[in-house]
C-alpha cells in the first residue's frame, strides 16, 4: 500500500540518503503504514492525490515514528549491556574472592 508513498518521497527527493538506502526501503514503508492510519488515510489513490505540504506531514510522523522505534531499540540495547557488564562485574567479584 504504501509503496506508492515511498515512491512519490523517493521522486520529490524527499528523503534523506540514509532513509533513501534500499535495506531501509522496507522500514520506511512501514512506518509510512502506521502513519497514513494515523493520519486515517488507508489508500494509494488518497497518496497520489495529496499535496506536496500533506505528503511532507506524512513523512514528517514516518520520521517520528522511527525515531522513536530507534530510540526504544538503544535504550533496550543498553540496559542490556548495563545488564551485562554487571554480571561480569559481579563474576570477576566472585572470582577475585
Given at each position: 500500500?504504501?509503496?506508492?508513498?515511498?515512491?512519490?518521497?523517493?521522486?520529490?527527493?524527499m528523503?534523506?540518503?540514509?532513509?533513501?538506502?534500499?535495506?531501509?526501503?522496507?522500514?520506511?514503508?512501514?512506518?509510512?503504514?502506521?502513519?497514513?492510519?494515523?493520519?486515517?488515510?488507508?489508500?494509494?489513490?488518497?497518496?497520489?492525490?495529496?499535496s506536496?505540504?500533506?505528503?511532507?506531514?506524512?513523512?514528517?510522523?514516518?520520521?517520528?515514528?522511527?525515531?522513536k522505534?530507534?530510540?526504544?531499540?538503544?535504550d533496550?540495547?543498553?540496559?542490556?549491556?548495563?545488564?551485562?557488564?554487571?554480571?561480569?562485574?559481579?563474576?570477576a567479584?566472585?572470582?577475585?574472592?
Open positions: 500500500m504504501s509503496e506508492r508513498a515511498y515512491n512519490r518521497f523517493m521522486a520529490s527527493y528523503l534523506t540518503p540514509e532513509e533513501s538506502l534500499p535495506q531501509n526501503k522496507q522500514e520506511i514503508i512501514n512506518y509510512t503504514e502506521d502513519a497514513l492510519q494515523a493520519f486515517g488515510k488507508e489508500c494509494d489513490d488518497k497518496i497520489d492525490k495529496m506536496k505540504e500533506e505528503l511532507t506531514e506524512l513523512l514528517e510522523e514516518v520520521r517520528r515514528l522511527r525515531a522505534k530507534r530510540k526504544k531499540q538503544s533496550s540495547e543498553s540496559e542490556s549491556e548495563q545488564e551485562q557488564k554487571q554480571t561480569q562485574e559481579v563474576a567479584e566472585q572470582q577475585v574472592a
